[in-house]
């Protein structure tokens, strides 16, 4: 079961999340084909995207992550809700290249240069929105340098998604944040246990976030406060369609139905086709 657990070190001067989403890139695989390279890229962003969704306040609240890169994936999109539901796609499924001298996937060359750009909607009058230039394109580090710019919490981060012929078999990360008063030798003992997660991915396909807690941090005056179950799940449905319809105009669609016969939308997130013929139109505009 893919979930995220939350909890302290130290008595509270540090808090940790361990996030497992197996489940969650497989069907992502399922749903745009994705090769190995897209879906390391596309599910340390899903990782990503979990972490902030569990510290939305509210179910309506949602994010999103935008990654934008020059590379050959082309951008990531991450979207989820309050709710503990995510969804997301990148721009070229298929996109492979050679593995790097250790033999991971060379996710920051697929990447490439460019942005990460976070937006929260939390009801207010105005969406946050947070923009930090790609430090590697590994996503780990980037997500990192967001935090630390956009949010003021010092953190690290590992993201790993690791995959075989049959698909994910471990996907997730370990995100760690200083609070205020922690002391230089609690920043070492957290340093010395992050540095054995270089290959995160294999430790979660062998290990439940609660036992990697347990395992790992549990001696440091931890305290595991909650697990979270997380899943796939797509917000689009007819109603938001045909008011992306209604935004394009009845002209524009009324000439797309005269040249090509009906017209189709492919939703981004789940690849769910909606097709809507000339009498559709009339309906939508008689509404």
Not at 154 to 178: E, F, H, P, R, W
Not at 224 to 230: F, N, T
Not at 261 to 274: A, D, R
Request: one cysteine or more; glycine letters at 12%.
């Amino acid at each position: 079961m893919d979930s995220i657990v939350k909890g302290t070190l130290f008595n509270g001067f540090a808090r940790v999340a361990i996030i497992s989403i197996k489940d969650a890139v497989n069907e992502e695989i399922k749903i745009h084909d994705l090769s190995p390279l897209s879906a390391a890229a596309l599910g340390r962003t899903m990782a990503a995207g979990v972490y902030l969704g569990a510290n939305l306040k509210g179910k309506n609240d949602s994010y999103s992550i935008t990654i934008k890169g020059d590379g050959c994936i082309g951008g990531v999109v991450v979207a989820g809700n309050g709710d503990y539901t995510l969804r997301g796609y990148v721009a070229n499924p298929h996109a492979e290249l050679p593995l790097k001298g250790n033999g991971h996937l060379d996710v920051g060359g697929g990447i490439g240069s460019g942005t990460m750009t976070v937006c929260k909607d939390l009801g207010l009058k105005e969406p946050y929105n947070g923009t930090v230039e790609l430090v590697t394109g590994e996503i780990a580090e980037d997500f990192a340098e967001y935090l630390a710019k956009s949010e003021g919490v010092n953190s690290a981060v590992c993201l790993g998604v690791l995959v075989d012929k049959t698909g994910c078999v471990g996907a997730g990360g370990v995100i760690v944040q200083a609070m205020p008063g922690i002391t230089e030798d609690m920043l070492f003992i957290i340093e010395d246990i992050i540095s054995g997660f270089s290959a995160i991915s294999s430790i979660l396909a062998e290990k439940s976030p609660r036992e990697i807690f347990d395992f790992y941090f549990s001696h440091l005056d931890g305290e595991l406060l909650e697990e979270i179950p997380i899943k796939v799940q797509c917000s689009c449905n007819q109603q938001k369609i045909e008011n992306a319809l209604r935004s394009i105009g009845r002209k524009d669609c009324d000439e797309i139905i005269a040249e090509r016969g009906s017209i189709e939308i492919s939703c981004h997130f789940c690849e769910k086709k909606y097709i809507f013929n000339k009498e559709d139109i009339d309906k939508i505009w008689k509404k």
